[in-house]
């Protein structure tokens, strides 16, 4: 065997940091099953919430402390699952000690922040890799390449992100038992007061992601932004770098069940992209035209937390750029804010 | 029977004022079918069509000029099927002349015209409908029905008219044969040829009409457009007077089927209604949630054409207000115009 | 220009034989516009209606009786759309007055008819088409294409043909204005009165070919029926010559919309057919998965009575075995006899 | 607090016997998340697997024989989940030893076996529940309603049931990691290898228990039955006592997705139920039709594992009957039977 394959073989020695709810519904039990990634610690404030993950899933170490994983030589890498806020300073902690990342999405919480990111990568020449897991979402990954190969010229496109009532229902059924610190689950319920911050953030860095990995730069955003009570509504006019001109919907909440999607519209083939609330895991469904007949591609590997694990673990064994990487999260960001900031004028990116 | 029934069952003596392709393909084979309408006369600048015309439908006469129609004092009403550029003229001599008025949409080819014919159906007393048939769509006036009893507060909308590139074999199949002048189709391609202000009027009319028909008045507009080769994309962002903001896209000519729909977000419901391609002589399919159901009306009286024809002679008969009015053509008019005037800035209407 | 091509672009000199409802519904409309068809002569016993519709489409002559029409040497072949039971003696004398035939399915009343009619056909050596439209259905030919090339051996399907009672009002939005002498009509509605067998061979005539059109030759039926007022249910087992397994519906009247279809099931893929109620003029939607992806052709052409008819003048002018051809009539009609015996006995055909 | 009440809100105490792969994936997740359910032992054969799975969800005990559990005073049930030939020996003697009984379906290997149940269950009085869960799907539950209340009397059905040749690549997804003893594994497969029996059998228990859940006993069966290689296909025509009649495809592997449903048709309304792979966690997707509407509606407690182990709490603590009961999972069995033995010729149950 080469040392090449060595490497290759050598599973990627993982510490998750932060263990609340998107850690035990999505990544836990995905990393337990990815290829290529060992998780070889846990990190929690809460000791009790640590040590029942780390039991569950069979990790050998539980810390309360980032510094303590920090400074485990056995960690090659961090995977960033807590709060927000705690994004730049835990990414910029880890990478500062010699550590592989993925960053839960969004990066970090402004652009000033994701820019020092952008910075630290590129001195330390480690693999940072954004957490907006879409982007290994099989349909979404079929539908990039049908936009490059197929649907010709990029005209125009519309996309949604509506996070629905019934989802809290929905929610209830697919995750699994949550092991949970009462102090924290409340502390943390009132960093999410600003719901209108929040909300944006963490649902855009979603959609607008899905529309950079699909149709590149955006140009300009005009953006109108309505509250009605604690419901939240945000239309945007997209001009890209392209000239491709569209929308993108982000409602919450709207009655009814989640539905996010994007419809792209070119000059030889045009597609439509549904996809499913994450937890069902299952692929985004896909419509695609061209030629006089609609293609559906039937794909089976739908858990994207598992996918993303795997394309990190790869980047970091092959050295490749990670996908999405840091700048790529800036950007999300910076489309937040310029959403954020708009009341019906243009502001150029 | 009272003087009153009497008047009910008496049918509208209606003359067709244009015999063209919408008139051939739509009207008359509505008009014959339309409960309480007699058509009397057929006026078309082809002799050639228009008795062609008469003997398929068995109408009495068939005139080359609207004077002799005007001055037919057995005509009641007229319904205007000539080019755009005609229907201001047309409507303006026939209200002149004392007929009620059935006037194809767009109402006028510009919004000074329709303020015009605001002006003289207000002096004249006489009845005039915009041919935006839609409205007598069983779908939308389900939705209709919806929004304004089930739906709530109305948050969010997206609108959308795509016209596909399969369109022209869709019509190959679904349109009767067509009797036609070829001087008379040569020169109104002509008129056609600039492509981006028809295809605006011609496809905003309908799309702008459906989005006050559900939501309300417009307040501002916000549009951005594109050109490529013959294809067009406008992307519009909507605020209601309500408050509501919302998106309507219209391209021409898309790869695929043609494509039509609104989506509407309120505060306890939500609807989707998809509007097919007219001549399949379907109602609009809708999908209407609220309470934790989503309701699809099974509708099969699916000729709009033939619907809006009976709405016309009811109005007429009943003295009220025909669906849509001048009003609303005129207000659909100046939705097109601040549209095509803008380019990312907002314009208050 | 060669002699052959000379023949190619001669239309064919057409008479249609009975204008009733299917007549002006179906065939009329489809015939206006089909290319290389030509219609020379109306016949009906009412003189009204024969005339009316002659006025209405133009057509040179109009007869009260097929004598005349046999007799006239300028009509090459008949369209015979008369009542069911007098398919066979129309056809009969058409062919032996040396005319070209298609026949309105189903192709006789009974088998021994049809037998007839095979010898016939085999004695004269002229053209006869059964008018099982539904073998010009753009959607159910793409779909015999998939099962021939990527299906694989057929191993079961599932079949389905269900009159929904909302399809009167369908009917009424979607007929032209029909033309009726009242006599003629309620003599006729005098012979559908038994309603089990005339549902049967109406209905069965689609269905039973489609499953031949697509999987061949039937071995065995075993059939159930039950009635329930009005209305009626066969459920149908069927083994096919090649082995598979399948099962056929007939349903008339099922609460809501018609719906008509087949799913078929082979070895490397799979198809599922969905038929439009024909007079929406809208080819079959199909989905034929394969490797992983399911293909959904968008069709355009899609008014079958159209394209049997260019069918039928293009197998006359060629010389080609008509489809479905006499033989094909014969077997539908064996399979609605054996399922009207039938009831949970195996019947070997 | 009543005595009622204190024993209503006492959860049950249940042992999990068999932690194969059908425990780890539907089972262990679903107990740990029901309500009125505390799981106080696990059994299985591998001590390896007993353990791990125990410290996994926090069970108190793990056993490697069941009489450990059945010696248990403070075992109150047992949940069968041992591959199906130990379901009759393990929850005869969990009665006999007086243990409520939830078992996976099927009941038993063989009708007489089941009969032993019945008289044992009605001897001792205990709970027994059959473990087809659909019963406990929202959609399923719904659609039970709608056909007592609103459908009318029964006429006709079809249901399938399609295992599609992508299964594997969906279960490769959406199970959690699987603790396995690689032995008993092998000595399992080895068991399924008549394949045509066990897959009747384990389908077949699905679909037939959910023909009579919607529709009530079945009176005849006529089934044929086909090979092809691996893959198996039955058709079956069943005559309800009712007088309905209808069909049941069960299919084995088809090209594509899995797919299971059915369709009633009824006097005045109609239903469509389309039920998922069970580990979306989706309820049945449900199309209702009366009156003129489709009504689907939304349903969001999608595990009807775990809304199955809740009802068996309800029905062992308020001594109701479990659904579904031992009868139940008889009638099951004699359907396999009636149908494994079929040929062509009808077979009355």
Not at 14 to 32: D, K, M, S, T, W
Not at 77 to 82: E, K, M, Y
Not at 318 to 332: F, I, K, N, Q, T
Request: glycine residues 8%.
């Amino acid at each position: 065997m080469s040392e090449r394959e060595a490497l290759v073989v050598e599973p990627l020695r993982l510490a998750l940091v932060g263990c609340g709810r998107i850690a035990q519904v999505a990544h836990l039990p995905a990393l337990e099953k990815a290829a290529g990634v060992e998780l070889v610690a846990v990190v929690d404030p809460s000791q009790e919430v640590a040590r029942a993950v780390a039991r569950r899933y069979g990790v050998p170490a539980a810390y309360t402390a980032q510094e303590q994983v920090l400074a485990d030589p056995a960690v090659e890498a961090v995977l960033v699952a807590a709060p927000d806020r705690f994004h730049y300073p835990i990414a910029a902690e880890a990478l500062t000690a010699g550590k592989h990342v993925l960053v839960e999405k969004p990066l970090a919480a402004t652009s000033a922040e994701a820019e020092a990111l952008v910075e630290l990568v590129d001195r330390t020449g480690l693999v940072l890799q954004v957490g907006a897991m879409k982007r290994h979402d099989q349909g979404l990954q079929y539908a990039r390449g049908f936009v490059a190969e197929r649907l010709g010229e990029v005209r125009s496109f519309n996309a949604w992100y509506r996070i629905g009532d019934l989802r809290p229902g929905i929610e209830a059924t697919l995750f699994p038992y949550v092991y949970a610190d009462q102090a924290a689950r409340e502390s943390e319920t009132a960093f999410k007061a600003d719901r209108q911050r929040y909300l944006l953030a963490t649902h855009g860095a979603h959609i607008f992601d899905t529309v950079r990995f699909l149709l590149g730069d955006v140009g300009s955003v005009i953006a109108r932004h309505r509250q009605h009570g604690r419901d939240q509504v945000w239309q945007v006019l997209l001009t890209m770098a392209s000239g491709a001109i569209g929308t993108v919907s982000i409602t919450v909440d709207v009655p009814g069940v989640p539905s996010e999607g994007i419809e792209v519209f070119g000059a030889s083939g045009s597609i439509r992209v549904d996809t499913p609330f994450p937890f069902y895991r299952q692929a985004s469904s896909v419509r695609a035209y061209a030629d006089g007949e609609t293609v559906m591609p039937e794909l089976t590997d739908g858990d994207a937390y598992e996918r993303q694990a795997e394309a990190f673990a790869r980047a970091v064994r092959e050295g490749s750029r990670p996908v999405p990487d840091v700048r790529d999260g800036l950007h999300a960001i910076r489309l937040i804010e310029a959403t954020a900031a708009a009341d019906g004028e243009e502001i150029t990116l």
